[in-house]
């Protein structure tokens, strides 16, 4: 599925969390997106070990006793009347990944920027969809790594139930 962003012409592909991993060797996870086109291509983005954690819970649906960062952020849009639309990823340079959240409010369309994990996280909890620009998606970095993301501990990957 390919949208059109607000602001401009360039068409959008729509992503799915495929996974996030947690990396051994770091203090980091590993955020996989995948296209909903069914091609194989993935972009991998590192996040922090708390957003990596948060996307966790949103993939693995978990609840937890009080409400995280993010759950907080669904709830105050909800209670206001402020739907999140949609994320994009709009932009990356050296290896640092940009993102844009689309909210409405009262037919009043805003746009935020943010970091593609809190982004991500917030979309899977409010089931928005998540998109990234064909400039960004061309310049995506990691591209060869499904052999080393294959080793590691099935334990520490959640996935996306639908």
């Known amino acids: ?5 607000s602001n401009t012409t360039e068409s959008l592909l729509e992503l799915t969390v495929d996974r996030v991993v947690e990396d051994p060797n770091t203090d980091t996870w590993i955020l996989v997106l995948s296209r909903t086109d069914g091609r194989t291509e993935l972009l ?15 993939l693995d ?3 937890t006793p009080r409400p995280m960062s993010h759950d907080l952020i669904k709830s105050f849009g909800e209670h206001f009347g402020v739907k999140t639309e949609q994320v994009v990823l709009t932009n990356v340079k050296s290896s640092t990944y940009f993102a844009t959240v689309y909210l409405e409010s009262n037919g009043v369309a805003r746009a935020i920027d943010a970091r593609p ?24 970095g990691g591209q060869n790594l499904n052999a080393w993301l294959s080793k590691l501990a099935p334990k520490n990957i959640g996935t996306q139930e639908v």
């Open 117 to 140: 994990s809190d982004a991500i996280a917030l979309a899977l909890r409010c089931r928005a969809p998540i998109y990234v620009t064909q400039d960004v998606w061309d310049r995506r």
């Open 61 to 63: 649906t978990l609840v």
């Open 44 to 58: 991998t983005i590192w996040i922090g070990a708390a957003e990596g954690e948060s996307i966790r819970r949103a």
């Open 1 to 5: 599925m390919q949208q059109q962003t």
